[in-house]
């Protein structure tokens, strides 16, 4: 499965022990745990944005231990820009949707934007 990264947002900040614990099990279950550059990016960015650049870099770090990273190619630029045109998406929800098509796995997020692969959540 491709975590997005509204999973990890709403993991790290999530105050409902129920929700946390369905999310992390999500992970656990995983035979494979990809997350996409563009998600390690986004969550840097927010994180050093509303909790300082310490909580950026041990949640990058964290998830980056524990899932693998999958880059951007050529190919999966031009799918991402093709979806963002089509869908009228952002960039990063398209570049991401166009490596879980690539990658011929479920997405695990809630937005609605992914509307081109299939998606978990709990």
Known sequence: MLFETRYFLVRFETKDTEQLDKLRSLSYRSKSKFVSVITIY???K???????KDVAKIRTEAIEREFEVVGIDTETARDGASLSSKLRIPMADSLIMATAKKLKIPCVTDDPHFSEVKRIWI
């Open 42 to 44: 986004e969550v840097y």
């Open 46 to 52: 927010i994180s050093l944005e509303e909790q300082g």
